[in-house]
C-alpha cells in the first residue's frame, strides 16, 4: 500500500513502482496497465492519482496510451537499445511477410515477436522480497548451503601445486579432463555411452544449448521445442533467428502428429526436449514415444538436443532418449546448477564423435575455455561420492516439500494438469496468471504465469510453483485473498 510521505507524493511512488517494473521487465512489453478505476481500488488512491502517475510514464515513455483500450507497456529495450534486436525483429517481420498470418501447422510459424522471456529470467535475479518465492526456478539458498562439501574441495583445488601450474595458461578447450572422465562415468549411470572425448564442459547448461544451435542451425531454420516449456530457449532460439515450433507436451511425451506434420512442412533441423521431469509439467517420457521420436528424427534427418537439467532429482530409470539412441542423432546436455551452486554456471554436452570438432568450434569462438579451477572442485565432488549422497538428501527433502505444498494448493482450490512430481507443479487457479502476478508482485511474491511457458504469449489460467517455496500457508492465504479480487 502506498503512503504518503513529506519527500515523496503518491503520485510518484505510484509511477515509480510501474517503471521500476517495466525497466525490469516483470512487466513486459504490451501488457496492459490496470484501468484507472481498478488501479486506484487495489492501491488505495484517488483516480486523480492513478491517472497522473500513468500521465508520468508516458512522459517517459514507458507506456503509451490507445484510444478507448487503456495504457500499455512500450518496448523499453527496443527504445533505449533500438540496434539491439533490430536483425531479429526483421527477419521476424520478413517471416510472417513470407509466410502470411498465424494459423495451421501447414501456414506460418508463430511470430518471435511475441516471444517475451525477460519477465521469467530477470524475476531469477529479482527479489519481491525477503519471502520464499513461489515462481523461482531454483531450490532455497538455504537448501543449497547444506552442500557445505564444495567449499572444501574449492579450497583444497586452490592450494594444490597443480593448480599453480595450471593457471597460467588457459586449460583444455574441452574442459578438464578430470571431470570430463567423471561425467562420463555418470552417464553410463544413465545407460548413455559416452567416452569422455565425447563430453565437453560448457558455461552452464544454458550455454551447452547456445553451442548446439550456434553449430547446427543457421538464421531462418526450423526447430521444433516442447510446449509449454522453458521460455529462455524459445527467446534464445528467436534472438538467434530461427523459426521456433511448438509442439504440444503430452504425458508420455511430445505430440506425434504435430510433429509428424512438421517435418513434412517445415523440415525442421532440431528438437529440443526436456524427456525427464519436463519443466513446467513434470511429465516423464515413455518408451512408445520415445522410440517413435528417434524414428522421426532417423526419417526427416534432424537432431535432437536432450536436456537432462533435472537428471539429479530425477529416477536414474527414466527414459531418456540419448540411451536409446546411443548418442547417434541426439546431444546431452547436463548441468548442476539445480542441485548444487548456480553461480559456479558448469554444465556440459556429450554429442556423437562425428560433431564434437564443430561444438569445440564454437566453444573456443565464445569463450576459449571454461574456469578449471571449479571443474576440478566439481570432479572432486563426484568422485568422492559427495554430490550423489547430496543429491539423495535433496531428493528426499524435495519429497517432502512437494507433499505439503500439493496439500496447500489443494485447499486453495487449485488444480494440477498434471501429476506432481519433481521441483515443479503445473496448476490452474481459474484466473488470468497474468493479471494475478502482477497483483501477488504488490505483496511481495514474484510467480511464473503460465503464458511465460509457451512461444506465443496468451492469456492462461495456468501458472507453475516451485514445490519448495509453496510450503507456507501465509503464501497460500494472501494467494487466495487476491485471487479473489481478480475474479
Known amino acids: 500500500m502506498l503512503i504518503r510521505t513529506a519527500h515523496r507524493t503518491l503520485t510518484e511512488q505510484l509511477a515509480d513502482r510501474f517503471a521500476e517494473r517495466i525497466r525490469s521487465r516483470l512487466l513486459p512489453a504490451g501488457a496492459r496497465l490496470p484501468s484507472v478505476r481498478d488501479c486506484a481500488r487495489q492501491q488505495g488512491v484517488s483516480p486523480y492519482t492513478v491517472v497522473a502517475a500513468y500521465d508520468q510514464l508516458l512522459a517517459q515513455g514507458l507506456v503509451e496510451s490507445r484510444r478507448q483500450r487503456g495504457f500499455y507497456v512500450r518496448d523499453v529495450m527496443q527504445k533505449e537499445h533500438p540496434g539491439q534486436y533490430g536483425r531479429a525483429e526483421a527477419a521476424t517481420k520478413n517471416i510472417a511477410q513470407e509466410e502470411g498470418e498465424a494459423g495451421s501447422l501447414d501456414g506460418p510459424l508463430p511470430s518471435g515477436s511475441h516471444i517475451n522471456a525477460t519477465a521469467l529470467i530477470r524475476g531469477m535475479f529479482h527479489q519481491a522480497s525477503s519471502q520464499p518465492q513461489p515462481g523461482a526456478g531454483v531450490m532455497p539458498a538455504t537448501w543449497l548451503e547444506e552442500a557445505r562439501f564444495m567449499p572444501a574441495a574449492l579450497r583444497k583445488i586452490v592450494g594444490s601445486r597443480a593448480l599453480q601450474d595450471g593457471a597460467l595458461n588457459y586449460g583444455e578447450p574441452m574442459g578438464d579432463a578430470g571431470l570430463r572422465q567423471a561425467l562420463a562415468r555418470r552417464l553410463a549411470d544413465l545407460n548413455v555411452p559416452a567416452r569422455a572425448g565425447q563430453v565437453m564442459t560448457t558455461v552452464g547448461a544454458t550455454q551447452a544449448l547456445d553451442i548446439v544451435s550456434r553449430t547446427l542451425l543457421q538464421a531462418g531454420d526450423p526447430v521444433m521445442v516442447e510446449e509449454p516449456g522453458w521460455s529462455v530457449e524459445f527467446a534464445r532460439l528467436d534472438a538467434l533467428g530461427m523459426r521456433v515450433l511448438p509442439v504440444p507436451r503430452r504425458a508420455d511425451g511430445p505430440d506425434l502428429e504435430v510433429m509428424a506434420r512438421y517435418c513434412e512442412v517445415h523440415a525442421p533441423k532440431l528438437f529440443v526436449s526436456v524427456s525427464v521431469l519436463h519443466n513446467p509439467t ?61 553461480s559456479w554456471r558448469v554444465g556440459f554436452l556429450a554429442a556423437p564423435p562425428d560433431l564434437v570438432e564443430r561444438l569445440l568450434d564454437t566453444k573456443l569462438l565464445s569463450t576459449l575455455t571454461t574456469p578449471s579451477v571449479l571443474e576440478k572442485a566439481m570432479a572432486l565432488c563426484i568422485d568422492q561420492g559427495q554430490l550423489r549422497r547430496h543429491a539423495e538428501r535433496m531428493r528426499l527433502r524435495l519429497a517432502q516439500a512437494r507433499a505439503r505444498s500439493v496439500q496447500l494448493a489443494l485447499e486453495a482450490g487449485c488444480r494440477f494438469v498434471s501429476e506432481p512430481a519433481g521441483l515443479f507443479g503445473w496448476v490452474d487457479v481459474g484466473v488470468d496468471t497474468d493479471v494475478l502476478a502482477q497483483r501477488m508482485l504488490d505483496e511481495g511474491y514474484l510467480l511464473a504465469p503460465g503464458a511465460l511457458f509457451h512461444a506465443s504469449r496468451q492469456p492462461s489460467t495456468l501458472m507453475r510453483i516451485n514445490f519448495t517455496t509453496t510450503q507456507e500457508a501465509a503464501f497460500w492465504r494472501v494467494f487466495e485473498r487476491v485471487r479473489e479480487q481478480v475474479k
Do not use: M, N, W
Not at 309 to 330: N, Q
Open 282 to 342: 513434470g511429465y516423464c517420457l515413455s518408451p512408445g514415444s520415445a522410440h517413435q521420436v528417434l524414428q522421426l528424427a532417423q526419417q526427416h534427418g534432424f537432431h535432437i538436443v536432450e536436456d537432462d537439467t533435472y537428471s539429479h532429482i530425477a529416477p536414474d530409470h527414466a527414459t531418456r532418449l540419448t540411451a536409446l539412441d546411443g548418442l547417434r542423432r541426439t546431444i546431452y546436455v547436463g548441468g548442476f546448477a539445480k542441485i548444487l551452486a548456480p
